[in-house]
C-alpha cells in the first residue's frame, strides 16, 4: 500500500509538469509587430467595416447601433447617430461602391444611401424574409447582394425597392458566411457540423460533410479559389482545389491550444494572417505551411473576431468592445 501512494506521489507532478509543456506556446514570434491598436470610444462589439472606392472615406458598425465614420483611411473615427425607431438594432454589416452605400441589421434593417453617408433611408424589407440580414455587398449603381442568417441570398438593381431570390431554398441557420469575388458563396452550419457551398446558376445550396470530427469555426476562400478551413482545437486545413472534395493535411499552428480561430484573411497570396480568442493573431509568410505569432497584441483585451485587407497595404481586424487594429505594414530597416 505504501508503495503505491508513493507511486501516485511521484507520478501526479510529472503529469503536472508535462501538462504544463503542453501548455506552453512554441510558435516562433513574429519579428515585428504591423498592427496599431485603436480603441473607439464603445463598450459595444464591432461587427463589420466598409470603404469607398478611394479607401480613405470608410465605416465601422456594430451592435447598439454603433456607427463610426472615418475619412483619413481609417487614422482617426467619429461617432455617428443616426434617427431610426430604436438603438436597440445590431448593425451586422456595411458596404459601399463609388458614393453609394448600404447597411443591414437586426430586427429586420436595411439603410441606403447616394450621397457618401451625407444621408441615410430605411427601406422597408418584407415580413416574409427569412432569417435577419447579415451581409450586404454593394456591386454598382442601385446593385447589392443581400444575405441572411438561414442562407437565403437575394438581389437588387433598383436601389432596394425590389429584391430577386438567387436561391429557392435557405440552409438553414448558420454560424458564418463567406462571398468569393466571383459570387460564390460558402456557409457553416450554426453548430458546425456541415458546411454548404453555392455558386451563380444554381437553384439551391449543396451541402457537404465536414471531414473531421471536429466542429467546423469558420470557412473561407482563398487568393487562387481554393477553401480554406478553421475547425475547434486551433486546426486549419486548405482544399486541394475549388471543388473542396479533397482536403490538404490539417494544420496546428500552436498545439493543444485553448482559444479558437475566429478568422483568416490573406494579404498576399503567400502572406496569412489567422485571428483568435484572447488576443491572438498568427501570420504565416509561406502560404500557411509555417507559422509565427504576433505576441505584441497579446494583451490587448479582445477576440479578435474579423480580418479585413481592402489591399496589401491597407488592412484591419474587428475585435470586441469597441477595439480596432489597424495594419501599418512591416517597420523600414534603420
Avoid at 470608410?58 to 461617432?79: K, R, S
Avoid at 442562407?151 to 431554398?169: C, F, M, N, P
Avoid at 457537404?208 to 481554393?226: A, K, L, P, V, Y
Wanted: hydrophobic share 35%; with cysteine; proline share 5%.
Amino acid at each position: 500500500m505504501d508503495s503505491i501512494v508513493k507511486f501516485w506521489k511521484r507520478l501526479v507532478p510529472l503529469l503536472a509538469l508535462v501538462l504544463l509543456c503542453v501548455g506552453c506556446s512554441k510558435v516562433p514570434s513574429l519579428s515585428y509587430n504591423p498592427w496599431e491598436t485603436i480603441e473607439l470610444p464603445t463598450e459595444a462589439n464591432l461587427i463589420g467595416i466598409g470603404f469607398g472606392d478611394d479607401l480613405e472615406h470608410g465605416w465601422v458598425v456594430g451592435a447598439n447601433a454603433t456607427l463610426f465614420e472615418t475619412t483619413d483611411g481609417g487614422e482617426t473615427w467619429e461617432p455617428k447617430t443616426l434617427k431610426l425607431d430604436s438603438d436597440n438594432y445590431r448593425f451586422n454589416s456595411v458596404s459601399f461602391k463609388g458614393r453609394e452605400g448600404w447597411i443591414v441589421g437586426e430586427p429586420a434593417l436595411l439603410l441606403h444611401t447616394e450621397d457618401d453617408g451625407q444621408t441615410w433611408e430605411q427601406i422597408k424589407l418584407s415580413e416574409k424574409l427569412p432569417g435577419q440580414p447579415n451581409k450586404i455587398l454593394a456591386l454598382g449603381p442601385q446593385t447589392a447582394e443581400m444575405t441572411t442568417d438561414v442562407g437565403a441570398i437575394y438581389r437588387t438593381e433598383d436601389a432596394g425597392k425590389h429584391w430577386s431570390a438567387l436561391v429557392e431554398q435557405s440552409v438553414g441557420v448558420i454560424r458564418n458566411l463567406e462571398r468569393a469575388p466571383d459570387g460564390k458563396y460558402i456557409a457553416v452550419s450554426a453548430k458546425g457540423n456541415f458546411y454548404s457551398t453555392w455558386e451563380p446558376g444554381q437553384k439551391s445550396w449543396v451541402g457537404h460533410n465536414r471531414n473531421s470530427s471536429r466542429r467546423i469555426q469558420n470557412m473561407g476562400f482563398t487568393e487562387d479559389g481554393r477553401l480554406w478551413m478553421l475547425a475547434r482545437g486551433g486546426q486549419i486545413q486548405f482544399s486541394e482545389s475549388a471543388t473542396g472534395e479533397e482536403w490538404q493535411e490539417p494544420i496546428y499552428p500552436e498545439f493543444s491550444t485553448s482559444w479558437g480561430l475566429l478568422d483568416l484573411a490573406y494579404r498576399t497570396p503567400d502572406e496569412v494572417w489567422v485571428s483568435g480568442g484572447s488576443g491572438n493573431l498568427l501570420c504565416s509568410l509561406d502560404g500557411g505551411q509555417t507559422w509565427k505569432k504576433d505576441r505584441e497584441v497579446e494583451q490587448v483585451p479582445s477576440n479578435f473576431y474579423k480580418i479585413v485587407f481592402l489591399d496589401r497595404d491597407r488592412g484591419f481586424i474587428i475585435g470586441q468592445r469597441g477595439i480596432l487594429l489597424k495594419y501599418r505594414g512591416q517597420p523600414e530597416a534603420a
